[in-house]
């Protein structure tokens, strides 16, 4: 018996999150009026929010950043592991020893080494992801090759955070770049760092963990709310 699986999922109408700070800093979206320091914070923490459940579930992304995280009305926002992705921002992935295309720059040191990704190294990635908002949208280590961040991420020498991020935020950028990944921060601790700065106009609307992503693989066994599939 055939039967066809559909997935379904909640509609995001706008754009990647990458996207939606470039284009703001270029002002090419002026409908949007967005970005703010508010509004900034209000998209690290649905993405902290969301890559709770996502840790709670044991799930590793591996591959966290602006360019996975989705935008729709209110912005709102959704962690997402779209693999069209990797074709628009090709110059976000870098080969390593002959093996598949890589997220260098979001890349743990353990991670670039040994190959070993976990949940530790999804916050050194979502370190990386709040350079991303809070510079709007610049690609890190912007004017060095993938060659050379290699090394700069061996030798210790990490991102500068950028001059408009909030103490918390730079606070939460430190804690997901320690060496040793059982020195990081965990979600549920950054989550609790940012979370008090919510704004106040969003505080009726805060997302619930599990409506903070969507699966887009063939991997369907971790289907939060919004994610219904059809046999």
């Known amino acids: 018996m055939f039967f066809l699986h559909i997935i379904q999922i909640d509609f995001c109408g706008h754009v990647f999150v990458k996207t939606l700070i470039i284009s703001k800093i270029r002002k090419l979206l002026w409908s949007y009026n967005y970005c703010t320091n508010a ?15 996502l840790s709670s579930q044991h799930f590793v992304h591996r591959d966290l950043a602006t360019r996975n995280c989705l935008v729709g009305d209110n ?12 074709d628009i ?7 390593v020893g002959g093996t598949r295309m890589l997220p260098i720059r979001w890349m743990a040191p353990e991670s670039i080494t040994y190959g070993k990704f976990s949940l530790e190294s999804d ?10 908002i809070f510079t709007f949208g610049k690609q890190p280590y912007y004017g060095h090759s993938n060659d ?5 991420i061996l030798q210790g020498i990490l991102l500068s955070p950028p001059e408009n991020s909030p103490p918390f935020i730079c606070s939460v ?11 990081r921060l965990t979600f549920p601790e950054v989550y609790d760092m940012i979370s008090p700065h919510i704004p106040e106009s969003r505080m009726v ?21 919004g994610v219904t599939v059809v046999s």
């Open 205 to 225: 609307a805060t997302p619930s963990q599990d409506d903070s992503y969507i699966q887009m693989d063939n991997d369907n066994y971790l289907l939060p709310t």
């Open 148 to 152: 050379e961040v290699v090394k700069l």
């Open 89 to 95: 921002y090709t110059s976000d992935y870098y080969k």
């Open 123 to 132: 916050v050194w990635a979502y370190g990386v992801l709040l350079w991303e």
């Open 39 to 53: 509004d900034l914070i209000w998209i690290s923490v649905q993405i902290a929010n969301g890559m709770v459940y």
């Open 173 to 183: 950028m430190a804690g997901s770049w320690k060496t040793e990944p059982r020195d």
């Open 75 to 86: 912005l709102s926002v959704k962690i997402s592991d779209f693999g069209m992705s990797r």
